[in-house]
């Protein structure tokens, strides 16, 4: 929702500003000019970027229109989800979580969290180091050196897509001046029939100026902000994941473990500390 806010008062005020000041839209119409700046900035992230960053890319855009799945919301079902393992492995012993981390696709603990369920990697990341966990004695400083590592590679391959668009976005501004380049070389042609046709010319090819600047500064780059900001949320929860499982193992009892990962998350996403206990007991 807020892309698509956003993307209407950029929309509105320059062009609103451009009408305003007596401009006409109908000449800011050049679909050669579009298919010139657009067609290669696709082909140079096609050649820049292997399938997997392309393919995040456009999960990451999907993403921006429908709102991260990353709010307040995940994070309570998260640290209750949590909870419940941490409460089942310190009431029933270590080993009687085997089965959950082993199948928590027909875990009865793990299928009351859809949400938290959805995210594959972030599933992999609970019970891997739950199973680390039932099967040996590591200490929490090794074990928190380990998971702060398996985070880092993830941040780094999160915050790929943000990078990736924005260099798109640097790349728009120069794609524009290649269209009005091309532009002015089709100008040439035009010499001898008189200045009202040079002028409508030179006109389109300023167009491919202005589109490669307004793409790249009011669309393509805030956009690649905005997945940047996207994968810090998603880190959170590595880190909130991290905090609860680090303080379990040094012996701290399950509500307690929670509210360590509680206090890593960011604070306008954060629930309160009532909020959560009734949460997990509402679970």
């Not at 949400?115 to 074990?143: C, Q, W």
């Not at 943000?162 to 794609?175: E, M, R, T, W, Y």
């Not at 500064?217 to 902000?225: A, C, D, E, K, L």
Request: charge should be negative; hydrophobic fraction near 45%.
């Amino acid at each position: 929702m807020a892309l698509i806010i956003g993307a209407v008062i950029v929309v509105a005020c320059v062009l609103g500003g451009f009408v305003l000041h007596g401009g006409t839209l109908l000449v800011l119409w050049q679909p050669t000019e579009v298919l010139i700046i657009f067609g290669a900035a696709l082909g140079s992230f096609i050649i820049a970027n292997p399938p997997n960053i392309i393919k995040q890319v456009f999960q990451g855009f999907i993403r921006l229109l429908v709102g991260s799945p990353f709010n307040k919301a995940f994070y309570l079902d998260l640290l209750s989800l949590l909870y419940d393992i941490f409460d089942k492995s310190r009431k029933q012993g270590v080993m009687a979580i085997e089965e959950d981390i082993e199948n928590p696709e027909s875990s009865q603990i793990f299928s009351r969290y859809p949400a938290v369920a959805k995210s594959k990697e972030l599933m992999a990341f609970i019970t891997d180091y739950m199973r680390i966990i039932s099967s040996g004695n590591m200490a929490p400083h090794e074990l928190e050196g380990m998971m702060d590592s398996e985070i880092d590679s993830r941040h780094h391959e999160l915050e790929e897509p943000s990078h990736a668009v924005n260099k798109i976005a640097d790349a728009l501004p120069g794609l524009g001046i290649v269209a009005a380049v091309l532009g002015i070389v089709i100008t040439m042609n035009f010499l001898s029939e008189g200045p009202e046709r040079i002028g409508l010319s030179v006109a389109a090819a300023l167009v491919g100026t202005f589109l490669g600047i307004f793409m790249g500064y009011g669309f393509v780059g805030p956009m690649s902000i905005a997945l940047e900001h996207s994968a810090k949320y998603e880190i959170k929860a590595y880190e909130c994941v991290k905090a609860a499982v680090v303080a379990t193992v040094s012996g701290q009892a399950p509500q307690m473990a929670i509210e360590f990962g509680r206090k890593s998350l960011p604070t306008h996403k954060r629930p309160g500390f009532q909020e959560l206990n009734d949460h997990v007991r509402s679970k």
